[in-house]
């Protein structure tokens, strides 16, 4: 018989909010050190004494709660993850606001929103503006919210078949749980244990791999600290203001394409979502869809490209040519992870060419989004496949209406009703995409600006704020209840749709 399995003692029996808040206090102590190496006392000071004060907090809480162990099961965990986005930024954003002295609050908050649901978005134009110590906790707040998001979707999305998972075959009604075997009888607070003992030593080794790389390609310590952090957590954070302006050049941007394809497929660093036997990734059919993507639009693009370089003579310029490919086969998988990184050549396609590449394109391949259970965010691509796989089926319909389907593997890994779940999902996102923009609209955006931050904000791809309008939008701008929207929906693109309805449900609670 399978022995119980015991609750986990010390802090680990505090609630998730209250961990996860305390693992923020000592991270705050990471820019305190790096500022007092710099002599930056001011930002030193600041960064010290709110973690000082955060785990005080902490500490207070736990004590005052004594050996009661709120049970709060699986709605619970995903309460807490609410509270993280929304409540946390609020004592993340002390520090910064202070550090800075000439900023407000509110700004403080909103890059702390977008940090931690790795938007990207960024407030701060000028990367001048900033210490470099608050480069490294920007990068690092987003750092750890890619982190969280690969727990909880084992830990907390999984079990409760949210976040793509309702679209598999194990996220059916009587499908059974889609996390793995010695977790099905867990506790919540034991499998966050589990899952965050087996993910972060990958996590923080592929970051520590990549910052390495990225140093050896001649990329200064904390530019390239932050580029490694971001790519990691899709969040599209930059020290210098993007990669165009980083010192690696080619060289750091291949090794961060390669790097970028984590974002593809969860199957890419795990396979604790799925059972045996479903674990090759070159049948999986997120990672597939994503290849097709990443070398398909670069290659119409090309050719597009290609015929109005010929016709102003100017298609003899091989190098120019290559480098235009690369710098859209970069951009197109930057977005499609929605890190949000444009490539330092994204410009010679348009200058090779004497086109213009529309933004609406990188718009598309951001709601497109990358696999389910990573920390891309967007539709995701599973959901985009198993439409893919419905339209197939009802065109054979049309020509064959008695016809049984024939797909066999290609759909094992996706519920009988998968694409109508992922139906509705889009329909949700469509709906949420286009409440948004209405808000938005309505405190005083233009429709092209409103489409293009609700897009962002929801994909939480932060960087189509420069880059997709045919003008950059400038986010401090923006008027401050423009700014809130943009917080609910940074967070509502990172829970997604589903999560906010199941919170809402009172059967979840009761049960």
């Not at 890619?146 to 078949?161: I, K, Q, R, Y």
């Not at 993910?199 to 050896?216: E, K, S």
């Not at 954070?237 to 394409?257: D, K, P, Q, R």
Request: hydrophobic share 55%; with cysteine.
């Amino acid at each position: 018989m399978r022995r119980p399995v015991k609750a986990p003692i010390g802090v680990l029996r505090l609630p998730l909010f209250l961990l996860i808040w305390g693992i923020a206090s000592l991270a705050m102590w990471l820019p305190a050190v790096h500022a007092l190496v710099l002599d930056d006392h001011h930002t030193s000071r600041s960064f010290f004494y709110a973690g000082v004060a955060g785990l005080v907090l902490v500490v207070l809480i736990g004590l005052s709660m004594g050996n009661r162990v709120p049970r709060y099961g699986m709605p619970g965990q995903l309460l807490s993850l609410l509270a993280t986005f929304t409540v946390l930024p609020l004592f993340l954003a002390v520090p910064v606001q202070d550090a800075l002295v000439s900023t407000r609050f509110l700004n403080a908050y909103f890059d702390m929103v977008s940090a931690i649901t790795t938007t990207g978005a960024d407030i701060w134009g000028d990367p001048g503006r900033l210490p470099p110590s608050v480069h490294l906790w920007r990068a690092l707040v987003g750092w750890l919210g890619g982190l969280l998001m690969w727990v909880a979707a084992s830990a907390v999305l999984a079990p409760m078949s949210l976040g793509g998972f309702e679209v598999t075959a194990k996220g059916e009604p009587g499908g059974g749980m889609a996390g793995p075997l010695h977790m099905e009888r867990a506790d919540p607070r034991r499998q966050l244990v589990l899952v965050t003992r087996t993910l972060a030593p990958v996590y923080a080794g592929l970051t520590l791999v990549l910052w390495l790389l990225l140093m050896i390609t001649g990329e200064q310590a904390l530019a390239g600290l932050s580029h490694a952090m971001s790519v990691m957590a899709t969040s599209g954070i930059s020290a210098t203001g993007g990669v165009e302006n980083a010192a690696s050049g080619l060289a750091g941007e291949m090794v961060m394409f390669l790097f970028m394809f984590f974002a593809l497929s969860r199957l890419t660093f795990s396979s604790d979502t799925v059972t045996a036997g479903e674990g090759r990734l070159d049948k999986d059919p997120e990672f597939r869809t994503g290849l097709l993507i990443v070398f398909g639009v670069p290659l119409l693009l090309f050719l597009r490209h290609w015929v109005a370089a010929y016709e102003v003579d100017a298609g003899q310029d091989l190098l120019q040519a290559l480098r235009a490919l690369w710098g859209t086969v970069f951009t197109v998988l930057s977005f499609l992870s929605t890190t949000g990184f444009e490539s330092a050549h994204w410009e010679a396609a348009q200058a090779w060419s004497g086109l213009e590449t529309p933004g609406m394109i990188l718009l598309g391949l951001a709601v497109f989004g990358g696999g389910v259970a990573t920390t891309a965010g967007g539709v995701k691509l599973l959901r985009v496949y198993a439409l893919y796989l419905n339209g197939l089926r009802e065109m054979e319909r049309l020509v064959h209406p008695s016809s049984v389907s024939g797909e066999g593997n290609r759909t094992k890994r996706l519920q009988k009703n998968g694409a109508f779940v992922a139906w509705v999902f889009f329909m949700l996102f469509a709906l949420s995409l286009a409440v948004v923009s209405t808000a938005l609209a309505a405190v005083g955006s233009d429709f092209e600006q409103s489409l293009v931050l609700a897009v962002a904000a929801l994909s939480t791809t932060g960087p189509l704020a420069e880059a997709a309008g045919s003008t950059p939008i400038v986010l401090n701008l923006l008027t401050a209840p423009a700014k809130l929207i943009l917080c609910i929906a940074m967070v509502l693109g990172r829970l997604e749709t589903l999560a906010f309805i199941a919170l809402l449900s009172p059967n979840l609670w009761r049960s």
